[in-house]
């Protein structure tokens, strides 16, 4: 019973200084937001250290496998130099991330497929869209506005540079964009949709995805959810870091990436599937081995990083590189 508890003076005195507010962080949402700015001012810094520019896509193609993880794991290792955990402190990466908490059925994962090469390949070109030889599986249409600017500035010149370039992008410009399917792609998301709870994580901006999204899944029914390029970590806007400490309410070991650069992978290597990029190849099989290898040793896999890691030895590679 209450009554029956007794407490010391000390011990009073102690329980009422818990209470009172403290001069730190926690309550003081100003001080907080300024260290966030701080912090994120220095993550920026330390991204300008970096120099070198990604692979392009072109270069993971079939037979070049060794060469593209050679070079792009160095390219990841300087990446790693940098804090990257910095750049979890920006707002801007959890919008519309979605929280799993109590919502996934106990050890379901979490399948996360990138877009462009990985899925399908777009052509932006009007030369090759307006080119009757070439057979595209769709044209879509989509309009952009951009107008995502932060709004801190660095000085007034820095202000009026940025307002500026704002304004004279503000207008919404309609894109006519040429997509190749990669082989089997709709099956496989039909197919993968049945085990695994799956999005899409792309680094493009979300008014062209989700116009490809929409014609991938008119029904809306297979692809649960959408990541874009603010959800990215954005280095020097030439890396995209997918980084999946993002998404609440899951363990990271029950999250898969589908991913042809494997840059997205950077912050944590074994959680990723890279496949060569798609062009237009009418021979490509890569969605079909993928599906195997899915459904035979990740979905009923206790860590799927312990797996991955023993197929594709990524970190292993990443280690022997900086001995
Ligand atoms: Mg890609």
Avoid: W
């Avoid at 799993?100 to 009007?126: P, R």
């Avoid at 500026?164 to 998301?189: C, D, H, M, P, W």
């Avoid at 062209?208 to 899944?217: M, Q, V």
């Amino acid at each position: 019973m209450l009554s029956e508890i007794k407490l010391s003076q000390e011990e009073l005195t102690l329980d009422i200084e818990s209470f009172k507010p403290q001069e730190n962080e926690a309550v003081n949402p100003r001080k907080t937001e300024q260290k966030i700015k701080k912090e994120l001012k220095e993550f920026k810094k330390q991204c300008s250290s970096i120099e070198f520019n990604p692979l392009c896509s072109r270069e993971n193609y079939l037979g070049n496998y060794d060469n593209y993880l050679k070079t792009a794991l160095s390219h990841i290792s300087a990446l790693r130099k940098i804090n990257l955990d910095l750049a979890l402190l920006n707002n801007k990466l959890y919008e519309g991330v979605p929280d799993f908490t109590n919502k996934l059925q106990k050890g379901k994962k979490i399948l996360l497929l990138d877009l462009d090469e990985t899925l399908i390949h777009s052509d932006f070109s009007l030369e090759y869209i307006n080119d009757k030889n070439i057979k595209y599986d769709k044209v879509i249409k989509f309009k952009e506005r951009e107008n995502e600017f932060e709004e801190n500035y660095e000085d007034y010149y820095d202000m009026r540079r940025k307002k500026i370039r704002q304004s004279l992008f503000n207008e919404e410009k309609e894109y006519k964009v040429g997509i190749f399917v990669r082989n089997g792609a709709k099956t496989f998301l039909t197919e993968v949709s049945k085990y695994f709870e799956v999005g899409i994580f792309t680094a493009s901006v979300k008014e062209y995805a989700d116009a490809i999204i929409d014609y991938l899944d008119p029904n809306k029914n297979l692809i649960k959810f959408r990541l874009y390029r603010n959800n990215c970590i954005n280095i020097n806007d030439k890396f995209f870091i997918k980084d999946l400490r993002i998404i609440q309410g899951v363990d990271i070991k029950d999250i898969i990436l589908l991913d042809n650069s494997i840059y997205s992978f950077t912050t944590q290597l074994n959680n990723g599937i890279l496949v060569n990029s798609f062009f237009n190849d009418k021979n490509d099989i890569e969605l079909s081995n993928v599906y195997e290898y899915l459904i035979n040793y990740l979905l009923k896999a206790d860590d799927v990083r312990t797996i991955n890691e023993q197929f594709f030895s990524f970190e292993k590679l990443l280690n022997d590189l900086s001995l």
